[in-house]
Every structure is written in C-alpha cells, then in structure tokens.
C-alpha cells in the first residue's frame, strides 16, 4: 500500500480550498444575476421571468459540448497544470463580467456567466481525478467525499451570501447595476486566492493520453460507451447524476417558494431566498461530512440507501402544503442531508473504480450523464410549472421517483448496507483495531487465512478488512435455517467436504475475479484457544489461483461467549468482554515456495505473539500493579513483584497470559504451588490475572494429590514441565 506523503496531503488542502473559492465564486455570479433579472423585470420594459432556468440550461450545456475536451485535457496533461489554467482563465472572465455590469449589459453578463460554466467544465474531470493520485485508494472515501462536500458548501454559501449581499446594496443604491458593482469588483479580487493555491498543487504527471484528433470533439458516445461497458462504474456514474437533477429540482423549487413568499410578505428576495438555502446548505455540510467520517477507512456503499430514504422523508414534508415555514426549512435541510450522505460513497466509488489512465474520460463522462440528468430535471419541474401543478405536488411525484431508486439502490448496494450497519454495530461493541492492513493488496485477488475463534470471527474479519470479503462455508451450513439465508446474501462460497477438488476450484475462481476471499486454514473452532492443526487446503487454492496469502491473527475473542470456552457456546457467563480486539495481518506469502502449512503456522504464531504484546495486561503496567496488590499473594510475593521495574516484569507477564490461553485454566478458582518452585512469579501473576486464590506449599513437603480438591490448579517443581510443554 502506497505511503502519501505529506506534501500529497498539503497539495489536496490546497485542492479542497482552491476549487470550493472557485465554486463560491461561480455560484455568487449566478445568484447576483438571478435577482437582478428580476429586478429588471420589475422596474423595467424586459421580461427576465423565466432566468433561473435559462441559467440553469447554460451551468449544463458546455459540459455537454466540452466533456470530450475536458476529459482528454486531464488524461494529456499534467492535472495541476489544467486546474492552474483554469483559475487562470476565471479573472479574466470576472473582469469581463465586471465591464458588462459598468455597460449595463445583461445579456454580456449572461454570456460571461456561460464562459465561467465553460471554465468549470475544464477543471471538473482534473480536480477530482487528482485526488486518488494524491491520497491513494485508503483515504479516497473521506478525502472525496470532503471535496465533493466542499463544492456544495461553497455553492450553498455563495447562493446565500448572494441573495443577502444583492438584497443590501440594492437597499444603497436603489438601482440593481449599481448594487451589482462592488459584489463584481469583490469577486475579481478574490479569484488571486485560487491563483496562489494552484502554484501549491503537487504535479503527479500526465497520464499518456494520445494526441488530440478532430473526432475527440464529438467522444461524448465513447465516454458513456466505457462507462456504460462496466456496470459498477455505470451505476455509480447514474447514482452521481441522480444527485445532481434531484439537487437541480429543489434549488428551482426554492427560488418559486422564495419569490411567493417575497411578494406576500414584502420582504427583498434575496433575503427570503437565502434563508430557504441555509436550511438546505446547512442539511448538505451535516450529512457530508458525516459521510465522510464513517468513509474514513473505506467507501462505505451502504450509505447510499441510507441516504435516499432520508432525501425521500425529505420531499415527503414538502408534500404537506400545510406545513409552516419551520417545516419547510426542516424538509429542504433533511433533503439536503440526505443528498449529501447519498453522494459521498457513490462519488468516492466512482474514483475509485476508474483506471488511471482514463479516469479523466470516465469524469468527464459522467459530467455529461449529470447534465443530461440536469436538464431533464428542468425541463421535468418546468413542464410541471407549465401545467399548473402546485409544488406540494410537484414533491409527490418527486416522491414516487426516489422510491423506484431507492427499490434499485437496495439492490445494488442492500449487501453493503447490512455490511455497514453490522460492521458499525460490532466495531462499537467490539472496539476493533487493526495492525498490518498495508500488507493486504489493493487490487487482486487476496486469500486471507484467519485463525479461528469464536462464531463471530467473519464479522469481527470484515470490521477490520479494507476491502469486502468473501467465506468459504460448508455446504451443509447452507441448509440451517437463518445460516444458509445469510450466507447466499452475502455471496458466501459454499464447499463441500466430500468433493474437495470442486471446493478448490470455486475458491480458486473467486480469487481470479479479483476478490478478497477467506478460509480457515484449521477447519474448525479452537476448543483450547491455541491454533489447531492447519490443513493444506489453502495451499491448493493459493496455488490454483497464483494469489498470496495474507496471515491474520484475531486476539481478545477467546473467552467470549461465541467463542468455546469452558467447552460452551452461548451458555456461560462471559470471561472476557470484547473490548479491545486486535486483528494483525501478516505478511503475504507468495509462491509455491512460501505457500505452505509450516510457513503459515509461523507466521500466525508470531503475529499472535505480536497481539498478546499489545494487550492491557502487557502494556498497562498499573492495570498489572492493582491485580497484584488486591490478590492474596503472599506479601514477600507481592513485595517481590512490586519491586521490580516493568521492564524485568513484562515477560513474566507475558508467559502469565500464555498459560491463562489454555482452556484448563479458568478465573476465581483455586491455585496451589510449591513455594520456591521454578516459574513461581509466573504463576503468581496468573493467579493476579485471572483473580484466583492462592494456596501456597511448603518447600520440600510432598504435594498431596489425592487431597486435589482442595485447589483447582496444583504445581509443583515436578508437576510444571507438563503444563509448560501445551504452550506453543
């Protein structure tokens, strides 16, 4: 896994502010015009009425005539070269929109507005395909969805600063040209930040794309024919776009109910306009950036059907014409929400799911897919305008189309959404860490070979893996009720013992899809809490499919009550709490020299050995200090114990814990041992541990073995060889 460097995470700070001043920029240009047009409607001979979908036609229309152009830009040449060019190119076109203002010409103010979507059209596929070549595919959920959130704040925020700053130099000034002037001159100066910002952009290089030919122009067809050619890619190129018309749709819907809500109540326009926004703005930055945070490990999918449900709720509220204005701002900041927690996996996937060196191509092809979308989704709200249907309807229909794609998203992504929720339910519970993720491929297929625990170990393995992950289960499994259902839901391989050559090859021909497969190398649950026997069925499969084989040690289930302790499933009273597991991935093994049981076995031992290490009974020193002080340890023990440093203490500790591992030894029982015997301290301190009561022999009497009932446990210097020979 590729290290980012923190000039990569600088230069993508950089990214996230440049290209959200450029996006406030555009946006406060559009919603200045907006009322000034009807400014103009109001006191002049012109009719301005319908600019809001005129602008709303001209933001889509170069990303139809351009994506072709725009895409080969970012794949041809270096991404921070293109973006430099066009913050570049946007003050040039802000002073032509500042001389159009002082010439009181509103259709050269318009046409600036059209070069400015032409400028956007030029940086889209370059800002967002820079950011897997930045943060790599790790980071790639949260860092996207942080920019694409970043682009609707910035747009949320310059459509309310516009509407507030119109409304109050028109207040000064009383003329709209005139209240257009220092706005115009405010955003000409501001477009040097992006400048300076485009100069600290990390140059990752072009990614060979063949010269331009005249027949590029028109590679809209090849865009949406290598989209449409990988259906993961598609759905999640239509997911984007969908955000987008439905995005398209409230904001008209919010500037109809602003301008009656202005006219009945006399208040200015922008004002009432900008109030509708913050709702919706302030649902779109909360639901993004919660997105982001729980896509801070991986792309989370399952957000996506979570999100439209609640853009759904969202437009159900505005169905109830009843409803006040609290609901109103209530329902466009749920919608807003929703929208925002939709976009961020479906965007991030798409990314992610682009070669490199057509991911240009691929954005800007999908640019295209939103335009379509979005002037579908005008024409749809104008057609229902035209025909006199009241908005509360307008939101029924809306309604009625959300629920068809959220029907569509839970069959795409319904797996990923029970991943999600179990994978956040045990994570809580469980409070997984992970260790060594680095040594799992990104790409390829990958057969991890986990030691087997508890019952739970597949969702515990999933909490922790970067990338899904498919099981092997016998087929028998399958007929159980509940068991067999979620296996098939989760697209579990099924294998049977007595054809072990058809269970070899549906593995082999998982891993040479390309998927993250696992099998339990020891073939059953551990009845003692060491590693079982590993079986060499792994190493047919590996070899099989040329895949490596990824090492994973799972420490802290042991104990629990899935696991099978005390020879009990379920039935007992718990000894360990699973707070605080660890699950430690190994180094891949490769090749038929490497692949082999003995290697394997090596591996999970010192990977175990690495987890004990870490546990609270190893690195907490005062958490050992307190067991040993409320035991009743003899106190020349204790005193012993206390004395020496952490250093000395650890190992006893350590070899303490191992012994605590095997299944004979249980907590609050008895233990009795020579006094002076070799392995006393360690004894002792799994007497501390596991708060058990000590009986203590004298030296040189003869231990009385018949009288075993008096104590749980007995050592003597005779008896200890025994037990040190089950530890691994």
């Not at 023990?637 to 605590?660: E, G, H, T, Y």
Request: aromatic content about 10%; charged content about 15%.
């Amino acid at each position: 896994m590729e290290t980012v460097t923190t000039s990569s995470w600088r230069s993508y700070w950089s990214l996230l502010i440049l290209q959200g001043q450029n996006a406030f920029n555009d946006k406060i240009a559009q919603f200045l015009i907006i009322p000034l047009a009807f400014w103009l409607t109001d006191h002049t001979e012109a009719n301005y009425g319908s600019i809001q979908h005129i602008l709303g036609v001209i933001i889509v229309f170069p990303y139809l005539l351009l994506a072709p152009v725009a895409g080969w830009l970012s794949d041809r040449f270096p991404k921070s070269h293109v973006i430099r060019g066009a913050v570049l190119m946007q003050t040039a076109i802000f002073g032509m929109m500042l001389l159009a203002v002082w010439a009181g010409q509103f259709w050269l103010l318009v046409g600036g507005f059209f070069l400015l979507a032409i400028q956007s059209t030029i940086m889209n596929p370059a800002k967002r395909g820079l950011i897997k070549e930045l943060v790599g595919e790790e980071k790639l959920g949260s860092a996207s969805g942080l920019l694409e959130m970043s682009v609707v704040l910035a747009v949320c925020i310059g459509q309310i600063t516009a509407g507030f700053w119109f409304a109050r130099e028109l207040r000064l000034a009383e003329d709209g040209w005139s209240a257009m002037i220092t706005p115009m001159l405010v955003l000409l100066g501001a477009t040097s930040l992006p400048i300076a910002l485009s100069f600290f952009v990390k140059n990752t290089g072009a990614m060979g794309a063949p010269k331009w030919t005249a027949s590029q122009a028109f590679g809209h067809i090849g865009q949406l024919k290598t989209i449409f050619g990988n259906r993961s890619i598609k759905w999640c190129a239509l997911g984007k776009s969908f955000f987008w018309g439905f995005a398209g749709i409230l904001n008209l819907w919010q500037i109809a109910i602003a301008r009656e809500m202005a006219d009945s109540s006399g208040r200015e326009l922008g004002v009432v306009l900008s109030e509708i926004m913050i709702a919706a703005s302030g649902g779109v930055v909360l639901g993004g950036v919660i997105a982001s945070l729980l896509s801070r490990k991986r792309i989370e999918l399952g957000l996506a059907p979570i999100g439209i449900l609640i853009m759904m709720m969202g437009t159900i509220l505005l169905t109830l014409n009843h409803t006040g204005e609290i609901w109103m701002y209530v329902a466009f900041g749920m919608a807003g929400f929703g929208g925002a927690f939709f976009l961020v996996p479906v965007n991030g996937q798409l990314q992610n799911l682009a070669p490199a060196n057509q991911r240009g191509q691929i954005l800007a092809g999908s640019s295209v897919l939103d335009c379509l979308l979005g002037l579908g989704a005008i024409g749809f709200q104008f057609g229902l305008t035209a025909v006199g249907l009241p908005m509360f309807a307008q939101a029924l229909v809306l309604t009625a189309i959300i629920l068809g794609v959220l029907v569509v998203a839970l069959r795409m992504c319904g797996r990923d959404l029970v991943r999600f929720v179990l994978r956040y339910c045990f994570q809580q519970l469980y409070k997984v860490t992970a260790k060594g993720v680095e040594n799992i491929p990104m790409e390829g297929g990958v057969l991890l070979t986990p030691n087997h625990v508890s019952y739970l170990d597949t969702l515990i393995l999933s909490c922790a893996c970067p990338r899904p992950v498919r099981f092997l289960m016998v087929r028998d499994c399958f007929d159980t009720p509940g068991v067999g259902m979620f296996a098939r839901f989760f697209d579990t391989i099924p294998i049977s013992r007595e054809r072990a050559k058809e269970a070899i090859t549906k593995a082999a021909e998982a891993l040479e899809e390309g998927t993250v497969v696992c099998i339990f190398p020891e073939g059953q649950l551990t009845r003692t809490g060491a590693l079982c026997e590993i079986k060499r069925g792994f190493e047919m499969i590996a070899r099989k499919a040329k895949a490596p084989v990824v090492p994973v040690y799972m420490d802290g289930l042991w104990g629990t009550m899935t696991s099978f302790e005390r020879e009990k499933m379920f039935w007992k009273t718990p000894r360990n709490y699973p707070r605080g597991v660890r699950i430690h991935f190994g180094a891949p093994l490769e090749g038929k020299a490497e692949v082999t049981t003995q290697n394997l076995e090596s591996s999970l031992y010192r990977l175990g050995h690495a987890a004990m290490q870490e546990r609270k009974e190893v690195t907490q020193e005062s958490w050992i200090r307190r067991r040993v002080r409320g035991s009743n340890l003899p106190m020349a023990l204790k005193n012993q114990i206390q004395v020496m440093d952490w250093a000395s203490l650890q190992p006893f500790v350590f070899n303490a814990l191992q012994l605590r591992e095997l299944t004979v030894f249980r907590d609050r029982k008895q233990i009795g041992f020579e006094e002076g015997m070799e392995g006393e301290l360690v004894i002792s301190l799994l007497a501390a541990i596991s708060r058990c009561k000590v009986w203590i022999l004298q030296k040189g009497e003869k231990p009385d073995f018949s009288a075993a009932n008096a104590c749980d446990f007995l050592f003597t210097g005779e008896a200890l060889s025994p037990v040190k020979s089950q530890i691994r």
